[in-house]
């Protein structure tokens, strides 16, 4: 059987490709966030597999979740008809717990057409607004695109920082090293 993430990828790359068409990329992003914390949760999934309800019932109860989730406007809740749609394809071939891989899916596209990256920056204390700016400018100037910069606070770090940005990790933290220290001294 495929994974979730081979399953995904078509949902997610049509979700784009009709977001793009129809200038709604933030729109259909927010929306499939709300759809990707509504699946995790595990029992709505549980939910749609009772296999008394049909999927006219399985498509009223999501298009009243997203409604209520995401207000009245949201892509899945009724407003689109491509998001309607899609709906009615996932429950119609039992693949709505892909939910939240075509979510991350379709950000990483979104990422791509944007020509942004989102980076977090995990440091043993908190970042102030010249030292966010730098570390945003330098990974600008490194990478070649626009950031979306988040910052977390790790006690466990001692000193410095980590930097993910997708596939690259900085690690200049204090612990990086004397764990690269330590590795060095036993190998």
Do not use: W
Request: charged residues 25%.
């Amino acid at each position: 059987m495929a994974d979730n993430n081979t399953i995904a990828r078509p949902y997610a790359r049509a979700c784009f490709e009709v977001a793009q068409q129809e200038d709604a990329l933030d729109e259909v992003s927010a929306s499939l966030a709300v759809g990707r914390e509504l699946m995790r949760d595990g029992q709505v999934e549980k939910f749609l597999a009772n296999p008394s309800l049909s999927n006219e019932a399985r498509l009223t109860f999501l298009t009243d979740l997203f409604r209520s989730a995401d207000g009245e406007d949201s892509v899945f809740g009724g407003r689109s008809e491509h998001g309607l749609n899609t709906l009615k394809l996932l429950l119609e071939y039992r693949r709505a717990s892909v939910f939240p891989e075509i979510a991350d899916h379709f950000e990483v596209l979104k990422a791509e057409a944007e020509n942004t990256v989102d980076v977090t920056v995990t440091s043993a204390t908190a970042l102030n607004a010249e030292q966010e700016q730098a570390i945003t400018g330098a990974l600008k100037e490194r990478l070649g695109r626009n950031i979306k910069l988040s910052t977390r606070v790790d006690e466990n770090l001692i000193g410095g920082a980590v930097i993910r940005a997708g596939d690259v990790v900085i690690d200049g933290s204090l612990r990086g090293r004397l764990d690269g220290l330590a590795n060095a001294l036993i190998g």
